[in-house]
Structure formats: structure tokens, C-alpha cells
């Protein structure tokens, strides 16, 4: 049969019940309170309604929300846990600096959040693998890591409830929860139908959820991240990450190229780029009609790679407007020994934060020598090679139901176009509006 | 009964009286005299710069009662070996209006010289910036364990002395004796000083903090009782300039934070506010540049429980964050309960001080509890705790260079 690939690294701990030393702690049948079927249905957490459809998407953010209960709540509940003790460190006193150079890639030196343990195997060559309910998995999670519930409140207003059952509506309730082991502050998981122990693969439907949630906190600085299985995720349980860092991401900034589209592309209203100058290609999706538009056309792209076994990443940026795909080849590289000494060394895992540009590092050495051109090399191993590139662009169009149209190609340079600076972001930076391009 | 101080006629004890009751309450003396320690408050705008105020502590350092002082001028407690560069430094101080600590030789009562760190502060009136009194706080240094044969630190106009004394044979420090009898001529008065001075002795970090604490108390206890005469005290002349100038993008990410809350920044002297939003400015009815560089004391006023400050005092020394409710005061002499929530903000980029990942400023939020607000569903803890979080937020935020001041810094 197919030979396995495995790596061997250090899961990232995300919850303070997912050690095994965590199931030997004292709790009678479940009186723990935690997410499974034995305690949630009974809870009652705060629960945070979405508008059903946000503005659409507002090009600019004159109007945006004065008084944004969603940033209160999540920041608020944040800093409520912090106090209660639940992180495994206090992320606001690690080092953190922007690296000198155009892009501006952001390292933290971080050596609380890594765990000198034993590493576990991780399969990288199946993006696709059946939810396993004896691993650790989010019902397992105490209900005091988790901040509120996150529903669509079916109409044009967002509200908030301080708390409700959680059988609202019939289906499993989504959750946002608390990252013990944060990279940034504010750093959360939205775990979509908890209940329904979804296994870690995007959907129309979650996609959706994430999307809405970047719309909802309406800051240009606050990015959900998903790392697929085979791409650095921890945990085979469907689940976002989030957080706010109040600087662009170096992706962000990077040069794109529109990929015209045939008029059949359009009606969705979504636009498709390539990175440009950028370590890993990628493609970057805006705009659509509704969200629900670009949810679809993301989340096409997403299930032909799941299927095909491709690992990737997502990065939805800039209020839910944009959404960053990258197909990864990292994992697989390491598997078949391909990957430097040197690289491995770092114990980076590039995943969706690293490949936009947010570095975590573990050792001060490669904190204090981090450069633009080091974080490049790291990056660039992480990336399908163009040839793979292009290959997988045209399965994931046609999936997506995109038509690139036969026109022109507006430049002819790909790898050789001559690296064009971006400006950096303006100094005065409002809300909703990133100097991209 | 007469004393043989000279205690002052009942009527000038009156006008020394009035220059603290007329800009403070008649509460005032009363709660000075609470307050332990040994200090004095003076009065520069009367003739002579007299003793408006002596504490209840001053006999049992110094051997004079309060009445034995008031009226006088405060060099009644120098004396002969007093070293004139430290009351020099102290007279500099006073006409340059600026706070000022000293270890100085003084005398009792009794003649008897003693050691003490003098610590004195001008008293600002908050909005003209005025000086309205000078406190002067004494802490008594106790004396260092003899060191042998390090050499003495003596004043230059020894240096013949030391050297005759040398040509003899060497001396060790302890033995004053062989000094004293080489020259006794002209050097004859100083070397009497000299003897009585002693060692010179250094204040310990101790005996400041003691002083410090003091001194703080007193500005608190003035600033409570000002209110009643629509008065703002604080330490410092509130004038911004003296403030370091945050990033404009720090100030823009705090800009969006629409909490009413201040900054505060714990390195600088008499850690000064940073930073004040604009809900904070309409809460209290301040002005920013008012505001700006002064202690947030000034909120504080007659009802404002020690105990909350006490506890709030110590939750900043431990780096802890903390919740209190408390009475503060608006510009307009106003009492409102405030519910405020203190916490620390670390600084992780590594720039700023010389103590990186150090508490960078402490972040005040305040509530009016008699007040209807409306936080959309969200608990009044809560909606303070996003305030903390979004500061927390927007300081994480880096410019390029990674400061969180502007450049030019």
C-alpha cells in the first residue's frame, strides 16, 4: 500500500486540557464542565449574534461601528482569562520586533510556547483523516477556556446575550475559545459545531462562519488563520485561530497580480490574484457580492486541495474582504528528509501565521539574527514550486468554477519581475483601509 | 507658658495657620498631624520663608516641638559642620522650585548633631503652577558599619592636613585625633566640623523610600483637603513638556479606545499620566494639557478612602492588576463612585527604558457607577476589561523602530 509519511514534532498546546496529564485530573464522570455532549447541552454561555448580512463589505469605514461590542467582548473576556491564570505565559512580555527590510516580517521570540516534550508523529500525506474521539479533541475542553458562543443572529444587527442555552437553534452550537498558548494577544480558536465533532476540513458553511467573524470585528488587524492537516495542524477537530496584531502582515503588503477572469467568473463578484515577490505562492481571493460569494469560491478551491491531498493554508484578512490561499509542500519536504539542517533547527512549523509573516521563534540566537532574507529561505521551503504551482492553480480554478480568461497576460515576468517595494503602511492607518498594491 | 524656644505671639501663629487654612480645609492640620514621619511645610510667599507646619514626629527626631519652629526659617536646624555645598544644594533647589533629597548633617535641639536625609518638594498649585508651600521631610540616617582603612572622602581644604599627616606616618581613618592636632591655626574651625561630622553618610535606598512615602502622604492629605477650597495640588508643575511624547501610532491605536481611561507611566518622577482619552477628559471635565504630566491624585479629594489608595498603591508595586471602587472628584469639585480597574502594561519590544519587557506604563479605567450606561449586554467588568485588552492591543504595536516614543526621543 502508499507508504506513509510521517513527521515528528512538538504539538502546540492549545488548551489546558489536552496534555494527557489532563485526563488524570480529578473529575467524577463529568462534572467538569466541558464541551461534550454530557455538559454543553445543559450550559449556558454568552452568546454573540452576527448580523445575518453585513454591509456589504463597506469600501470605507466612515461609518464603522464607534462602539464595537464584538473587539469588547473578545478583548474583555481575553483579559479576564489572563487574569484568571489560564494562559501558559504572558504573551504581552515576549519580545517582539519588525525585521528591518521591504516586507517587514514580524518575529517573536517565544520560548514559553513550546514544549520541551517528546514530539508525536504526525501523518503529513493525508489532508483528509476521520475525526478520532480518543485523541484530545475541542468537546474535551473546560467551558471556562471558552468566551462565547458565536451564532448568526438571523438579522441586521449583531447583539450580544449574556448568556444563553446553548440548544439555540438545531444545530451544535460554534464556539470561540481561548489559545493557552497565544501568539499574539487576543489569540482565539472558532470551533464550528463543536457538538458535531467535525473532523479538520473546510466547508462552505464554516468558511462562511470564519468570514462573518472577520466582518464582524471589522478591524483590519484582526486575521483568522487555517492550517489544514499535513500543513501544521495540531488538532484533528475543526477549528480557526485568531488574533489581532496591530501592525500589516508582510503578505499583506506584498505585490499582486489580478488573474483576469472570464465573465462567468464574475457574477460571483469575487477577484482572484497571485502573490507577486512574495516566498510563497499564493493566490489571494477578494471582494464577491456577499460573503456568502466568496465562501463559495474559497471554499471550492479549498475542498478540490483537501481531496487531492494537497496540505494548505488561509489567512482571511482585511475585515473578511480578502482571503489568502497557499498550498504547501513543507510537511512533506521534511518527511522525505529534504529540508536543511539548519532550517529544522528553528523548529519553526510553518504554518498559516508564519507563512504570512509572523514568526514565532524558540531560541534567542535565531531571534537576535532573524532577517528578511533568513525568514525568506524559511519561507521559501515552505512553497509548491511554480511548475506545481500553476498545475494545482488550474485544478483549483476549474473546482472553484473560476475561468481564467485567454486574455493577455498583463505582464510576462513572473519569477524574474524585478522586486518592486511596496510602500510601507501610511503612517496614519484607518480602520479598513490597508495600503495594499 | 512660655517656652524657651520663643514659640511665636498667638498672631503671627495665627497667619502662619491661615497660610495652610486659607488654601486647604481646616481639616487639613488635623489630618497632618496624623501623619507619622518628621516634616515641615513652609511658606515661600511669606517674609522670611517661615515654618508654616511642623509634624508631630519633629520632636522625637529633632527635640523641637512644632511651636518651637513656626515662624523661623528651616536653617534653624543647620549648625556649624553642616557641609555648606549640601545646604547650597538646597537653597538651589528651592529657587529653581524643583523636588530635591540630601543627606545633611543637622542639629537638635540640644546641639547634639545628627545625620538626616532631607527631602525637599515644592507644592504646585495644579493649575497656575504656582508654588503654594515647600515640604520638607527628615529621615534619620543611621550609621554605616565602620570601614578600616578605606580612605576617607574628606573635603579638598583638608588635603595640607592630610598631607603633614602623612608625611608623619599613616594614619588610619578611624583615628580623627592625629588630625586634629597638625594644624590649628586658621584650619582650626573647620577641623572642629570636620570632627563633628564625621563620616559623611549615605542615605540607604530605604531611608529614600521612607522619605518618598512621606512626602507622598503629605500631597495626598493636601489634595484631599483642597478640594473643599477648589483647590489642585500636585508634586510636580503640570506641564506636559516634561512628558515624553508617545509614537503617533500608539496614540492613534489608543485614539480608538473609547473607554475613559489614562496611562500612567512609573518610571518617570511621581509617575505621571501619559496619556488620557477622551472620555476620561469628558468624564472628569480636565483638559488635557492640565492633566497631562501630573499624578492622577488629582482626582482624588476629601471622600476618597486611604485604604483604596493604600491598596491600589500596592498592587502597582507588585505589578498586579486590581479592582476598586473608590470616590474620586471632577474638575468641578464634583464626587462621583468610580469603578476602576488598574493593571500594568508590559512593553516587549525591547526599546524603551533600560529594562525591557519592564511594566511600560499602568493603564487607569475608570467608571462613573452612578451613571446608566449601556455596554450592549456587556458586564461593566467586562467592558472594562476590553478596555484593558485594547491598550494592551495597541501597545504591542510596533513602528519600525520599535519604539513607543516618538523619535525625536
Redesign the interface.
Given at each position: 500500500m502508499e507508504m506513509k509519511l510521517t513527521i515528528k514534532r512538538v504539538p502546540t498546546i492549545v488548551s489546558n486540557y489536552q496534555e494527557e496529564a489532563a485526563a488524570e485530573r480529578p473529575r467524577g464522570g463529568c462534572g467538569k464542565n466541558c464541551l461534550g455532549d454530557c455538559c454543553l447541552p445543559v450550559s449556558e454561555l454568552p452568546v454573540y449574534a452576527f448580523k445575518a448580512n453585513p454591509t456589504k463589505l463597506p469600501a470605507s469605514q466612515e461609518h464603522a461601528v464607534?462602539?464595537n461590542?464584538f473587539?469588547?467582548?473578545?478583548?474583555?473576556?481575553?483579559?479576564?482569562r489572563m487574569?484568571q491564570g489560564l494562559f501558559r505565559y504572558?504573551v504581552?512580555?515576549?519580545?517582539?520586533?519588525?525585521i528591518?527590510g521591504n516586507l517587514?516580517f514580524?518575529a517573536q521570540l517565544n520560548e514559553g510556547r513550546h514544549l520541551k516534550k517528546r514530539p508525536t508523529e504526525f501523518r503529513v500525506d493525508r489532508v483528509l483523516q476521520p475525526f478520532d474521539a480518543a485523541k484530545f479533541n475541542f468537546t474535551k475542553v473546560g467551558q471556562e477556556e471558552v468566551l462565547f458562543q458565536f451564532e448568526n443572529g438571523g438579522g441586521d444587527d449583531s447583539?450580544?446575550?449574556?448568556s444563553a442555552p446553548t440548544t439555540v437553534a438545531d444545530r451544535a452550537p460554534n464556539v470561540v475559545a481561548i489559545n493557552v498558548s497565544p501568539i499574539?494577544?487576543?489569540h482565539v480558536l472558532l470551533i464550528p459545531r463543536v457538538l458535531d465533532r467535525l473532523p479538520q476540513r473546510i466547508d462552505q458553511e464554516s468558511l462562511l462562519l470564519a468570514l462573518h467573524m472577520a466582518a464582524e470585528a471589522a478591524s483590519p488587524?484582526f486575521r483568522l488563520g487555517y492550517n489544514s492537516l499535513g500543513a501544521f495542524a495540531t488538532i484533528n477537530h475543526l477549528h480557526f485561530q485568531a488574533y489581532?496584531?496591530?501592525?500589516p502582515f508582510p503578505v499583506e503588503k506584498a505585490a499582486t497580480q489580478r488573474i483576469p477572469l472570464a465573465d462567468d467568473g464574475m457574477k460571483s463578484g469575487v477577484k482572484v490574484s497571485k502573490l507577486m515577490n512574495y516566498p510563497v505562492r499564493g493566490l489571494v481571493f477578494e471582494g464577491g457580492n456577499t460573503l456568502n460569494d466568496l465562501a463559495d469560491v474559497v471554499s471550492g478551491a479549498c475542498i478540490w486541495l483537501q481531496e487531492n491531498n494537497v496540505p494548505y493554508n488561509v489567512l482571511i484578512s482585511d475585515c473578511g474582504r480578502k482571503v489568502f490561499l497557499f498550498p504547501q509542500c513543507y510537511a512533506e519536504k521534511q518527511a522525505l528528509g529534504e529540508v536543511s539542517q539548519e532550517l529544522l533547527d528553528t523548529q519553526v512549523n510553518p504554518a498559516v501565521w508564519e507563512i504570512s509573516g509572523h514568526i514565532v521563534l524558540k531560541r534567542r540566537d535565531d531571534y537576535e539574527e532573524a532577517s528578511e532574507a533568513s525568514a525568506w529561505r524559511l519561507l521559501a521551503e515552505v512553497s509548491l514550486s511554480e511548475s506545481r504551482f500553476e498545475e494545482v492553480k488550474a485544478y483549483i480554478f476549474d473546482a472553484a468554477g473560476l475561468v481564467q480568461s485567454l486574455a493577455e497576460e498583463e505582464t510576462g515576468e513572473a519569477d524574474d519581475a524585478i522586486y518592486t517595494p511596496v510602500t510601507?503602511a501610511p503612517?496614519?492607518?484607518t480602520?479598513g483601509c490597508l495600503v495594499l498594491q | 507658658m512660655e517656652s524657651s524656644g520663643g514659640a511665636p505671639p498667638a498672631e503671627e501663629r495665627r497667619l502662619l495657620a491661615a497660610s495652610l487654612t486659607a488654601r486647604y480645609s481646616d481639616w487639613v492640620l488635623e489630618e497632618l498631624d496624623e501623619l507619622p514621619g518628621s516634616f515641615l511645610l513652609t511658606d515661600p510667599a511669606m517674609s522670611g520663608h517661615p515654618i508654616v507646619y511642623a509634624s508631630r514626629g519633629l520632636a522625637s527626631l529633632t527635640g523641637y516641638r512644632p511651636r518651637d519652629v513656626l515662624g523661623r526659617n528651616a536653617r534653624l536646624f543647620q549648625g556649624a559642620a553642616t557641609d555648606r555645598a549640601a545646604v547650597a544644594g538646597v537653597r538651589d533647589a528651592v529657587r529653581c522650585q524643583r523636588a530635591h533629597q540630601v543627606a545633611i548633617l543637622n542639629y537638635r535641639r540640644d546641639g547634639a548633631p545628627h545625620w538626616v536625609l532631607l527631602h525637599v518638594a515644592p507644592v504646585f498649585h495644579a493649575h497656575d503652577g504656582r508654588v503654594l508651600h515647600f515640604l520638607a521631610v527628615q529621615v534619620p540616617i543611621a550609621a554605616a558599619p565602620r570601614r578600616r582603612a578605606a580612605p576617607c572622602r574628606r573635603p579638598p581644604v583638608f588635603a595640607a592636613c592630610r598631607e603633614e599627616a602623612r608625611v608623619e606616618e599613616e594614619l588610619p581613618c578611624a583615628s580623627h585625633a592625629g588630625e586634629a592636632f597638625v594644624d590649628i591655626d586658621k584650619r582650626g574651625l573647620e577641623t572642629t566640623r570636620w570632627l563633628e561630622a564625621g563620616e559623611p553618610r549615605v542615605a540607604s535606598g530605604c531611608d529614600k523610600e521612607k522619605a518618598l512615602s512621606t512626602a507622598n502622604s503629605i500631597f495626598s492629605a493636601l489634595n484631599r483637603y483642597s478640594k473643599l477650597t477648589g483647590l489642585v495640588v500636585c508634586g510636580k508643575r503640570c506641564d506636559s513638556a516634561g512628558i515624553p511624547a508617545l509614537s503617533s501610532s500608539l496614540n492613534l491605536s489608543l485614539g480608538r479606545i473609547k473607554q475613559s481611561f489614562v496611562l500612567t507611566d512609573r518610571h518617570l518622577p511621581d509617575m505621571p499620566v501619559v496619556y488620557a482619552s477622551d472620555a476620561f477628559l469628558s468624564l472628569t471635565g480636565y483638559s488635557r494639557e492640565e492633566i497631562l504630566g501630573c499624578n492622577c491624585r488629582f482626582l482624588n479629594g476629601p471622600g476618597t478612602s486611604l485604604e483604596v489608595l493604600e491598596e491600589i498603591n500596592r498592587n502597582i508595586c507588585c505589578e498586579q492588576a486590581c479592582t476598586v471602587h473608590l470616590l474620586n472628584y471632577r474638575k468641578d469639585g464634583l464626587a462621583f463612585p468610580d469603578l476602576l480597574h488598574v493593571s500594568p502594561i508590559r512593553n516587549a519590544s525591547g526599546k524603551v527604558g533600560l529594562h525591557p519587557f519592564q511594566v511600560a506604563f499602568h493603564v487607569w479605567v475608570h467608571l462613573d457607577e452612578s451613571i446608566k450606561h449601556d455596554f450592549n449586554g456587556l458586564s461593566p467588568e467586562v467592558w472594562q476589561l476590553g478596555a484593558v485588552g485594547a491598550v494592551r492591543v495597541a501597545v504591542r504595536s510596533l513602528s519600525a523602530s520599535g519604539s513607543l516614543l516618538r523619535p525625536s526621543q
Amino acid at each position: 500500500m502508499e507508504m506513509k509519511l510521517t513527521i515528528k514534532r512538538v504539538p502546540t498546546i492549545v488548551s489546558n486540557y489536552q496534555e494527557e496529564a489532563a485526563a488524570e485530573r480529578p473529575r467524577g464522570g463529568c462534572g467538569k464542565n466541558c464541551l461534550g455532549d454530557c455538559c454543553l447541552p445543559v450550559s449556558e454561555l454568552p452568546v454573540y449574534a452576527f448580523k445575518a448580512n453585513p454591509t456589504k463589505l463597506p469600501a470605507s469605514q466612515e461609518h464603522a461601528v464607534p462602539s464595537n461590542v464584538f473587539i469588547d467582548l473578545l478583548l474583555g473576556q481575553w483579559e479576564d482569562r489572563m487574569t484568571q491564570g489560564l494562559f501558559r505565559y504572558d504573551v504581552t512580555a515576549c519580545e517582539t520586533k519588525v525585521i528591518p527590510g521591504n516586507l517587514g516580517f514580524v518575529a517573536q521570540l517565544n520560548e514559553g510556547r513550546h514544549l520541551k516534550k517528546r514530539p508525536t508523529e504526525f501523518r503529513v500525506d493525508r489532508v483528509l483523516q476521520p475525526f478520532d474521539a480518543a485523541k484530545f479533541n475541542f468537546t474535551k475542553v473546560g467551558q471556562e477556556e471558552v468566551l462565547f458562543q458565536f451564532e448568526n443572529g438571523g438579522g441586521d444587527d449583531s447583539y450580544f446575550l449574556k448568556s444563553a442555552p446553548t440548544t439555540v437553534a438545531d444545530r451544535a452550537p460554534n464556539v470561540v475559545a481561548i489559545n493557552v498558548s497565544p501568539i499574539e494577544y487576543g489569540h482565539v480558536l472558532l470551533i464550528p459545531r463543536v457538538l458535531d465533532r467535525l473532523p479538520q476540513r473546510i466547508d462552505q458553511e464554516s468558511l462562511l462562519l470564519a468570514l462573518h467573524m472577520a466582518a464582524e470585528a471589522a478591524s483590519p488587524y484582526f486575521r483568522l488563520g487555517y492550517n489544514s492537516l499535513g500543513a501544521f495542524a495540531t488538532i484533528n477537530h475543526l477549528h480557526f485561530q485568531a488574533y489581532y496584531l496591530t501592525v500589516p502582515f508582510p503578505v499583506e503588503k506584498a505585490a499582486t497580480q489580478r488573474i483576469p477572469l472570464a465573465d462567468d467568473g464574475m457574477k460571483s463578484g469575487v477577484k482572484v490574484s497571485k502573490l507577486m515577490n512574495y516566498p510563497v505562492r499564493g493566490l489571494v481571493f477578494e471582494g464577491g457580492n456577499t460573503l456568502n460569494d466568496l465562501a463559495d469560491v474559497v471554499s471550492g478551491a479549498c475542498i478540490w486541495l483537501q481531496e487531492n491531498n494537497v496540505p494548505y493554508n488561509v489567512l482571511i484578512s482585511d475585515c473578511g474582504r480578502k482571503v489568502f490561499l497557499f498550498p504547501q509542500c513543507y510537511a512533506e519536504k521534511q518527511a522525505l528528509g529534504e529540508v536543511s539542517q539548519e532550517l529544522l533547527d528553528t523548529q519553526v512549523n510553518p504554518a498559516v501565521w508564519e507563512i504570512s509573516g509572523h514568526i514565532v521563534l524558540k531560541r534567542r540566537d535565531d531571534y537576535e539574527e532573524a532577517s528578511e532574507a533568513s525568514a525568506w529561505r524559511l519561507l521559501a521551503e515552505v512553497s509548491l514550486s511554480e511548475s506545481r504551482f500553476e498545475e494545482v492553480k488550474a485544478y483549483i480554478f476549474d473546482a472553484a468554477g473560476l475561468v481564467q480568461s485567454l486574455a493577455e497576460e498583463e505582464t510576462g515576468e513572473a519569477d524574474d519581475a524585478i522586486y518592486t517595494p511596496v510602500t510601507v503602511a501610511p503612517q496614519a492607518v484607518t480602520e479598513g483601509c490597508l495600503v495594499l498594491q | 507658658m512660655e517656652s524657651s524656644g520663643g514659640a511665636p505671639p498667638a498672631e503671627e501663629r495665627r497667619l502662619l495657620a491661615a497660610s495652610l487654612t486659607a488654601r486647604y480645609s481646616d481639616w487639613v492640620l488635623e489630618e497632618l498631624d496624623e501623619l507619622p514621619g518628621s516634616f515641615l511645610l513652609t511658606d515661600p510667599a511669606m517674609s522670611g520663608h517661615p515654618i508654616v507646619y511642623a509634624s508631630r514626629g519633629l520632636a522625637s527626631l529633632t527635640g523641637y516641638r512644632p511651636r518651637d519652629v513656626l515662624g523661623r526659617n528651616a536653617r534653624l536646624f543647620q549648625g556649624a559642620a553642616t557641609d555648606r555645598a549640601a545646604v547650597a544644594g538646597v537653597r538651589d533647589a528651592v529657587r529653581c522650585q524643583r523636588a530635591h533629597q540630601v543627606a545633611i548633617l543637622n542639629y537638635r535641639r540640644d546641639g547634639a548633631p545628627h545625620w538626616v536625609l532631607l527631602h525637599v518638594a515644592p507644592v504646585f498649585h495644579a493649575h497656575d503652577g504656582r508654588v503654594l508651600h515647600f515640604l520638607a521631610v527628615q529621615v534619620p540616617i543611621a550609621a554605616a558599619p565602620r570601614r578600616r582603612a578605606a580612605p576617607c572622602r574628606r573635603p579638598p581644604v583638608f588635603a595640607a592636613c592630610r598631607e603633614e599627616a602623612r608625611v608623619e606616618e599613616e594614619l588610619p581613618c578611624a583615628s580623627h585625633a592625629g588630625e586634629a592636632f597638625v594644624d590649628i591655626d586658621k584650619r582650626g574651625l573647620e577641623t572642629t566640623r570636620w570632627l563633628e561630622a564625621g563620616e559623611p553618610r549615605v542615605a540607604s535606598g530605604c531611608d529614600k523610600e521612607k522619605a518618598l512615602s512621606t512626602a507622598n502622604s503629605i500631597f495626598s492629605a493636601l489634595n484631599r483637603y483642597s478640594k473643599l477650597t477648589g483647590l489642585v495640588v500636585c508634586g510636580k508643575r503640570c506641564d506636559s513638556a516634561g512628558i515624553p511624547a508617545l509614537s503617533s501610532s500608539l496614540n492613534l491605536s489608543l485614539g480608538r479606545i473609547k473607554q475613559s481611561f489614562v496611562l500612567t507611566d512609573r518610571h518617570l518622577p511621581d509617575m505621571p499620566v501619559v496619556y488620557a482619552s477622551d472620555a476620561f477628559l469628558s468624564l472628569t471635565g480636565y483638559s488635557r494639557e492640565e492633566i497631562l504630566g501630573c499624578n492622577c491624585r488629582f482626582l482624588n479629594g476629601p471622600g476618597t478612602s486611604l485604604e483604596v489608595l493604600e491598596e491600589i498603591n500596592r498592587n502597582i508595586c507588585c505589578e498586579q492588576a486590581c479592582t476598586v471602587h473608590l470616590l474620586n472628584y471632577r474638575k468641578d469639585g464634583l464626587a462621583f463612585p468610580d469603578l476602576l480597574h488598574v493593571s500594568p502594561i508590559r512593553n516587549a519590544s525591547g526599546k524603551v527604558g533600560l529594562h525591557p519587557f519592564q511594566v511600560a506604563f499602568h493603564v487607569w479605567v475608570h467608571l462613573d457607577e452612578s451613571i446608566k450606561h449601556d455596554f450592549n449586554g456587556l458586564s461593566p467588568e467586562v467592558w472594562q476589561l476590553g478596555a484593558v485588552g485594547a491598550v494592551r492591543v495597541a501597545v504591542r504595536s510596533l513602528s519600525a523602530s520599535g519604539s513607543l516614543l516618538r523619535p525625536s526621543q
